[in-house]
């Protein structure tokens, strides 16, 4: 049996990092690589038996990058704070380790729960982002801030997992806005380069809602389906509004010191 390391990504996860780590306590080491939360996240999971690592945030990229030194097996299963592994899931990898799985690298499925239903539409499922099983020295995560790419660094075949992992990306609407704020800004440097305008930040923010909620059918999750198009709409839009703020430079007038008046 070949052994694996699971590692997980928090900043403030205390809600959410129990649910996580017992998860995949299977596993032959828990790493859960921490931004220095000021809750209670790392205590939480130190409790459990993880070990955490604390990294300073300089994008999603270098912190994935960071998870995969601190893991000592040689194959890894990557966890965000917000999924968690189910049963299957842990079946399918562990059956892999008994033998000599075919692919040094997998994608693996999602299924989404938000606002009390599981998300069919909207592109969320089947979802996947960066592949979440690997070879250590497989691969490796490009370095933008966030929704960051990978690289397989043997140039061989991805494959894919049958069963999906859990995401409960948004605990409430709040969290929704947050994201959506955080992730806005974070996205900026991307397109830095590109001359861009309020009338563009407005077209790409629509066009945005009308891929996740009409392409992409988010209609057929109710008021789900809208929440995610909108909050798609939004990141859109103040992301492209925030690279032109940021062109523009934008100061306030000069303004004089009031003085008191002789009498």
């Known amino acids: 049996m070949q052994k694996i390391s699971a590692y997980i990504l928090s900043y403030n ?15 032959d080491e828990v790493v859960v690589v921490d931004s220095f939360s000021v809750d209670r996240t790392a205590e939480i999971a130190t409790s459990l038996g993880a070990r955490v690592v604390e990294v300073p945030f300089n994008g999603f990229g270098d912190l994935r990058n960071r998870a995969i030194e601190a893991c000592k097996y040689d194959w890894i299963f990557s966890l965000d704070s917000d999924e968690r592994c189910t049963d299957e899931v842990r079946d399918e990898i562990l059956g892999l380790m008994a033998g000599t799985p075919p692919h040094d690298v997998y994608l693996v499925p999602r299924r989404s729960f938000m606002m009390g239903r599981w998300i069919k539409g909207s592109g969320w499922y089947p979802n996947f982002r960066q592949p979440q099983l690997f070879r250590k020295d497989a691969m490796r995560y490009t370095l933008e801030p966030v929704h960051e790419g990978y690289e397989v660094l043997n140039g061989t075949p991805v ?4 069963n999906a992992v859990w995401q409960f990306p948004f ?11 955080r992730y806005s800004t974070l996205g900026v440097p991307k397109i830095a ?16 809602f009308i891929k996740h909620y009409f392409l992409k059918r988010g209609f057929i999750d109710g008021w789900a389906g809208f929440v995610i198009a909108f909050g798609n709409f939004e ?16 100061q306030p007038p000069p303004s004089k010191p009031v003085k008191r008046e002789p009498t």
């Open 13 to 27: 996860e205390a809600e959410k990092i129990e649910a996580a780590v017992s998860s995949v306590l299977w596993a």
């Open 159 to 162: 494959g894919t997992l049958t």
């Open 171 to 181: 605990r409430n609407l709040e969290e929704v806005i947050k994201k959506v704020n």
């Open 193 to 208: 380069h590109k001359r861009v305008s309020m009338a563009s930040a407005l077209g790409h923010g629509l066009w945005s």
């Open 235 to 250: 990141g859109t839009f103040y992301r492209y509004a925030k690279c032109y703020e940021e062109q523009q430079g934008w």
